[in-house]
């Protein structure tokens, strides 16, 4: 079993259980994302240095537009997929088994949450995770300590405000707050 099979797997929804040979790589691949975060988030780095180690997590060309500030966690890495002049603040958590792609000229606030995981609610078979992708559009900016949930479309152009808890789709140019997020008006031009 290989990684490559392990992401066909989750890019496609399928369960893993959590007793399964998938859910012991994917502990397997989280001890490498530990270790290049460990890295990325144990000094300063210069801004080169940075998107080095961003591609190494991710295992894809990070372009030289890209500007992540440390400290930044990944417990996994090979899911997400950053597109160009994309800024990421300090305190980003990504959890990104299910899928993160986030789109040219996006803003991503401090402290901000990606997951794409639920566990399964069945007692008996709660170490079972379900992956859902989160897909972030062109020029939208996420505010300070928001949280973005498993199978979240955020359309072109949006805004999701600070702390916003995002669990359905942004319609594209929309702005949403609050917890659950909520459209509570639109972005003009």
Known sequence: MELDDLLQALNAGQAIPGDSPWHLLMHRTSQEALRITGELNGGYQEPQRVRKLLSELT???IDESVTLFPPFSSDFGKNTRIGCRVFINAGCKFQDQGGITIGDDCLIGHNVVIATLNHDVAPGRRADM?????????NVWIGANATILPGVTIGDDAVVAAAAVVTRDVPEKSIVVGSPARVVGSVDG
């Open 59 to 61: 295992g894809t060309p």
């Open 130 to 138: 379900h992956p859902a992708p989160v897909w972030i559009g062109r």
